[in-house]
T-cell receptor, first 112, second 113 residues
Framework: DGGITQSPKYLFRKEGQNVTLSCEQNLNHDAMYWYRQDPGQGLRLIYYSQIVNDFQKGDIAEGYSVSREKKESFPLTVTSAQKNPTAFYLC???????????FGSGTQLSVL | QQQVKQSPQSLIVQKGGISIINCAYENTAFDYFPWYQQFPGKGPALLIAIRPDVSEKKEGRFTISFNKSAKQFSLHIMDSQPGDSATYFCAASRNTGGFKTIFGAGTRLFVKA
């Protein structure tokens, strides 16, 4: 079953805590993306990576960090510096030939 | 320059009717215009996409109309069904600079049975 797998589906963060969201893909795509979705708003780009060991900040990178050590994996860490982390987080990868984005099922992060 | 403006914010359509969602962009460097459909608690999925060299693309009940001079494009859903009730996002991207996709704010569509 190919695609993007995000885990966990629900995550709770305590004050001052860093949390990491997992994103794995078996589509053999080079490019991967993290988006944040708030109610009634569009998807805003946090970070993206076009190739292993390389990544760039998106429009709202402050308070977040990523790594891309393997082609299949692109984890996102929400640090304690992110003061308003409650949102639905979406990971995606891009097919270079069709330019189509494939999304995971998302992680809902809430603050305790 | 990077924004994609989408309207309406929400839409209620009778079953069998036509749903129309509009988007406008500013950056003429965009060269790929997809529409994504999202159901609650799920990630978006590509519905249909168009490039600026054509003015219309149809796939089943879904049609994109593209007006390059006006920098606008729209999604038409013919014979709308209750199963079409979802949030729809227009988007735009270009094949340079990391290929970032810019999304509209979304339209919540509800089709009444």
């Amino acid at each position: 079953d190919g695609g993007i797998t995000q885990s966990p589906k629900y995550l709770f963060r305590k004050e001052g805590q860093n949390v990491t969201l997992s994103c794995e893909q078996n589509l053999n795509h080079d490019a991967m993306y993290w988006y944040r979705q708030d109610p009634g708003q569009g998807l805003r780009l946090i970070y993206y990576s076009q190739i292993v060991n390389d990544f760039q900040k998106g429009d709202i990178a402050e308070g977040y960090s990523v790594s891309r050590e393997k082609k299949e994996s692109f984890p996102l860490t929400v640090t304690s510096a992110q003061k308003n982390p409650t949102a639905f987080y979406l990971c995606a990868s891009r097919d270079r030939m069709t330019e189509k984005l494939f999304f995971g099922s998302g992680t809902q992060l809430s603050v305790l | 320059q990077q924004q994609v403006k989408q309207s309406p914010q929400s839409l209620i359509v009778q079953k069998g009717g036509i749903s129309i969602i509009n988007c406008a962009y500013e950056n003429t460097a965009f060269d790929y215009f997809p529409w994504y459909q999202q159901f609650p608690g799920k990630g978006p999925a590509l519905l249909i996409a168009i490039r600026p060299d054509v003015s219309e693309k149809k796939e089943g009940r879904f049609t994109i109309s593209f007006n390059k001079s006006a920098k606008q494009f729209s999604l038409h859903i013919m014979d709308s069904q209750p199963g079409d009730s979802a949030t729809y996002f227009c988007a735009a991207s270009r094949n340079t600079g990391g290929f970032k996709t810019i999304f509209g704010a979304g339209t919540r569509l509800f089709v009444k049975a």
